[in-house]
Structures are given as structure tokens and as C-alpha cells.
């Protein structure tokens, strides 16, 4: 059952504003964002099996689009829940895939939907060797 609600995971905004058109013109807009805090991901590579490892995880929002298992294969990533990205990501590669990473390199930062979301995801890469342990 899908229930239009916004309180349980994600705050929805509901903002207005006024934009100057090109003309000059001024007009006033009405839009909705869902603010859900910002996140990282890492790409966790190893050279040794020339690999990447990825995780499993369910969906919800896959699931109510189509996809009858909900389930996705993804780079390991989380929200930041107050760190900084680079602590973040190290705490979820731990939790996530059993690699404690001690080095993580920032290859850039976007907005993943900013037509809809507020998020900035940041982005990392880190080398896995023998040992479960980054270089």
C-alpha cells in the first residue's frame, strides 16, 4: 500500500519563492524537495582479483517502479548522520562489506536528483588488499 506521507524517512519541503524571470519579470514559485541529509559512496577496488566489490541491498523505491525483487547491486554507500564523508564512508564500508579502510581517496562530490532531492553524495575510492585492509 503506498500512502502519500512524508514523516517517517525523508522530510518533505514544501517552499515559495520568487524568481526573476529573464524578462525582468518576477513570479512566484511553488516547489517541493525532500531533504534526506547527504551521503558517500566508495568504489572498493582490488587489484589483486582486479575486482570491485559491491553490495545487495533492497529498495523500496525500485520495487513500487517495477523491479519485482526490489533488490539492486551497488557501490557501498550511507548517509552521513553528522560525520564528515570521509568518516561516514569508512564506517560504511565496515558495516557493509567486512573491509576495514584506514585511507579513501575523494574523487568528487554531485547532487544526485537535484530536480527533487536536496542530497550531495560524495564520492571515494579506496584499493582492497590480502589482510582486509586498504592501502
Do not use: H
Not at 533492497?58 to 557501498?76: A, H, K, Q, V
Not at 564523508?85 to 562530490?109: A, H, L, M, N
Amino acid at each position: 500500500m503506498i500512502q502519500n506521507s512524508s514523516d517517517n524517512w525523508y522530510t518533505l519541503k514544501k517552499i515559495s519563492f520568487d524568481r526573476i524571470k529573464k524578462d525582468g519579470s518576477v513570479t512566484r514559485e511553488n516547489r517541493e524537495a525532500y531533504d534526506r541529509g547527504n551521503g558517500a559512496t566508495i568504489l572498493l577496488y582490488n587489484p589483486q582479483d582486479k575486482s570491485v566489490i559491491l553490495t545487495r541491498q533492497f529498495r523500496m523505491p525500485t520495487y513500487i517502479n517495477g523491479n519485482d525483487s526490489g533488490m539492486l547491486i551497488e557501490s557501498c554507500a550511507g548517509l552521513l548522520d553528522k560525520d564528515n564523508p570521509e568518516d561516514c564512508i569508512k564506517r560504511e564500508t565496515e558495516e557493509e562489506t567486512g573491509y576495514k579502510v584506514s585511507s579513501v581517496e575523494k574523487v568528487f562530490e554531485a547532487y544526485m536528483s537535484p530536480g527533487s532531492v536536496t542530497e550531495i553524495l560524495y564520492f571515494f575510492y579506496c584499493c582492497i588488499f590480502q589482510g582486509n585492509e586498504s592501502e
